[in-house]
């Protein structure tokens, strides 16, 4: 399993936002999708083996997250505006601490970076950071991974702060500071080719999207 984290700082927490506008009312939403995609989309495929999770942490209603579960997804187009549109109808929820689910493979709870962690207690918990050690090195040792990255400010020192206190481990997928959505795309890969090595097949699903991608 492969779980990834993208914080949101100023994602919004309600599905008032157009999808016309991702980037500016939504509070730079389209980083998240970004996100998304390159988590999930395979060429002709999806990645079942991963889940992805937005920790929204805009106005109006902080802090929520949203999951998409790649072993359940349904309805997910790779461009930008299909995945705004499940993240809005998850918004449109009244979110509990508890999971509900808004559509297939798509989840919505209230929660902070915390709560995530606590959920991920046990696992590899590795925190993207440009100077961090190179994945490259450590590729063949990572098994059951959760990748957390930030969104175009990065990660605040508090967050920082409790990434390090639950045990993650900071790492790089290169020297230059680069959009998180090409990280998790530099992430899969390494892993990819380490399983290709040892001759694990992909936990795909071919055919899944509804558009010729
Ligand atoms: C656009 S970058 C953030 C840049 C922001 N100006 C900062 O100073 O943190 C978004 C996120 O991608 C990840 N990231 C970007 N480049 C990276 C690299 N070369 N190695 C590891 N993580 C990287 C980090 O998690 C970062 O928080």
């Known amino acids: 399993?492969?779980?990834?984290?993208?914080?949101?700082?100023?994602?919004?927490?309600?599905g008032d936002?157009?999808?016309?506008?991702?980037?500016?009312?939504?509070?730079?939403?389209?980083?998240?999708?970004?996100?998304?995609?390159?988590?999930?989309?395979?060429?002709?495929g999806m990645r079942r083996d991963v889940n992805v999770h937005l920790l929204l942490l805009g106005e109006p209603d902080?802090?929520?997250?949203?999951?998409?579960?790649?072993?359940?997804?349904?309805?997910?187009?790779?461009?930008?505006?299909?995945?705004g549109s499940l993240i809005q109808k998850a918004l449109q929820k009244e979110?509990?601490?508890?999971?509900i689910r808004s559509t297939p493979g798509v989840w919505v709870r209230r929660g902070d970076l915390k709560t995530l962690l606590k959920q991920f207690e046990g696992r590899t918990l590795l925190y993207l950071r440009e100077d961090g050690k190179d994945i490259r090195e450590i590729a063949r040792e990572i098994k059951d991974p959760v990748f957390i990255l930030g969104d175009h400010t990065g990660v605040t020192e508090e967050e920082e702060k409790e990434l390090l206190e639950a045990g993650a481990e900071i790492i790089s997928v290169g020297p230059i500071s680069l959009h998180s959505n090409h990280c998790?795309?530099?992430?899969?890969?390494?892993l990819d080719r380490v399983e290709a090595e040892a001759g694990e097949g992909l936990e795909a699903?071919?055919?899944?999207?509804?558009?010729e991608d």
Do not use: Q
């Not at 399993?1 to 309600?14: C, E, F, L, N, Q």
């Not at 902080?62 to 995945?83: C, H, Q, T």
């Open 205 to 211: 699903e071919a055919g899944t999207p509804s558009v």
């Open 62 to 83: 902080p802090a929520k997250i949203v999951r998409f579960e790649g072993m359940y997804l349904r309805y997910l187009n790779p461009d930008e505006r299909s995945s």
């Open 184 to 190: 998790i795309t530099l992430i899969h890969n390494e």
């Open 17 to 44: 936002f157009s999808l016309n506008d991702l980037p500016g009312s939504a509070g730079r939403m389209d980083i998240l999708c970004r996100c998304v995609s390159a988590s999930l989309f395979l060429s002709f």
């Open 95 to 99: 979110a509990g601490e508890k999971d």
């Open 1 to 14: 399993m492969r779980d990834i984290v993208i914080i949101g700082h100023k994602a919004m927490t309600s």
